[in-house]
C-alpha cells in the first residue's frame, strides 16, 4: 500500500473504532482460507466488522478511541471484530468458532471503555441473546402491574369480608 491507501484505511477504521461499542481482538494465525471465509460471512451476518489489519496501522488508528486501551494487546497477526451495538453476540460467535477451530484464538475485547478478558468474553458469550433478554425483562416488568391489581384486590376483598362479617353480628 502507498501512503494515500495508508491514510484512508487508519481514517475508515478510526471512525468505525471511535463509534464501536465492543472490540475483539483475535489471533487467526493458521486458519485457512475457507475457515477464514466462513467466520467472515458468520459476523457479517452478525452485523459486526471484521478486519484484519497491520499492527502499526491498527495503533495508529486507535489514538483517541475506546480501544486505545488494547495496544498492549495487539501483538503479532491479529484481527478485529468492531460491533456498534450488542456485545453478546460476537462472543458467541467468536467463542464457538474457536471451539470449533483451535487456529483462532480470542485475546481480549473491550466494552464500552472497559478491558474485558477471556473468561469474561466466555460468560458473555453464555448470556441469552439481547432479543431474549429483552423479552424477559418485559415479560418481567408486565408481571408487576398483575401482582399490584391482585394485591390490591385482594385487600378489598378482606375489606368486604370485615363488613360483611360485622353486619351479621349486628343483625
Known amino acids: 500500500m502507498d501512503r ?6 487508519v481514517a475508515k477504521l478510526k471512525e468505525g473504532l471511535g463509534r464501536a461499542y ?11 482460507v475457507e475457515a477464514l471465509t466462513k ?8 452485523d459486526i466488522e ?4 497491520k499492527n502499526r496501522l491498527l495503533l495508529i488508528a486507535c ?19 468492531i460491533t456498534y451495538d450488542d456485545v453478546i453476540t460476537p462472543a458467541k460467535v467468536l ?11 480470542v485475546k481480549i ?5 472497559r478491558i474485558i478478558e477471556l473468561p469474561a468474553i466466555k460468560r458473555l458469550a453464555e448470556l441469552p441473546s439481547r432479543e431474549v433478554l429483552l423479552a424477559q425483562l418485559i415479560f418481567s416488568l408486565s408481571r408487576v402491574p398483575i401482582s399490584f391489581l391482585g394485591t390490591l384486590s385482594e385487600m ?5 369480608n370485615v363488613l360483611e362479617a360485622i353486619k351479621r353480628h349486628k343483625a
Do not use: M, W
Open 156 to 160: 378489598l376483598r378482606r375489606l368486604v
Open 63 to 81: 489514538q483517541d478511541t475506546q480501544t486505545a486501551i488494547l495496544k498492549d494487546y495487539i501483538v503479532g497477526p491479529c484481527a478485529l471484530a
Open 50 to 53: 471484521f478486519q484484519v489489519v
Open 39 to 46: 467466520l467472515r460471512r458468520e459476523l457479517t451476518t452478525a
Open 22 to 32: 465492543g472490540t475483539f481482538v483475535v489471533d487467526y494465525q493458521g486458519l485457512n
Open 4 to 9: 494515500k491507501e495508508k491514510e484512508e484505511v
Open 109 to 113: 475485547g473491550q466494552v464500552n471503555g
Open 95 to 105: 467463542t464457538k468458532f474457536s471451539q470449533d477451530y483451535e487456529a483462532l484464538k
